[in-house]
């Protein structure tokens, strides 16, 4: 069973979500071959690898928190890489790219939540948990 760690910094963590964000959206283009990753079945697998498996470890040691915020930040990287590097035509869609980009968050927020709840399932209760209650003297 994990230690729970102290949360990381929220400049650090801001800056690793937004990083790693346009770090799957550049990766699944890569891959795919096309520039969203939603347009090719690799390129989503790809950005939902990349998402899902650092959400996951980051709800493994840190309380739920960090890895929401973690994806929220990786959300805004996501589509901050997209409307820079994309063209006119994704410029001129950012709204609806915007909303539809929210469904690649919804594997790692389903793994960060089980990952979650299993680390607690796992958990060793503690000293005041195993501890019996008085009996009751008349």
């Not at 909303?99 to 979650?116: E, I």
């Amino acid at each position: 069973m994990p230690n729970l760690h102290t949360n990381p910094a929220l400049p650090l963590l801001l800056l690793g979500g937004a990083m790693l964000g346009a770090l799957s959206w550049f990766t699944a283009s890569v891959v795919s071959g096309t520039f969203e990753p939603y347009d090719s079945g690799s390129g989503l697998l790809v950005n939902q690898a990349i998402l899902s498996v650092s959400a996951a470890v980051l709800a493994w040691h840190y309380r739920i928190g960090v890895p929401l915020v973690f994806m929220a930040s990786a959300y805004l990287g996501m589509n901050a890489f997209a409307y820079g590097f994309g063209g006119s035509e994704m410029r001129a869609w950012v709204a609806l790219g915007a909303r539809v980009s929210l469904l690649l968050f919804l594997a790692p927020m389903v793994l960060t939540l089980g990952t979650v709840a299993l680390r607690r399932l796992l958990r060793k209760p503690s000293a005041l948990e195993d501890a019996k209650p008085q009996e009751i003297q008349e």
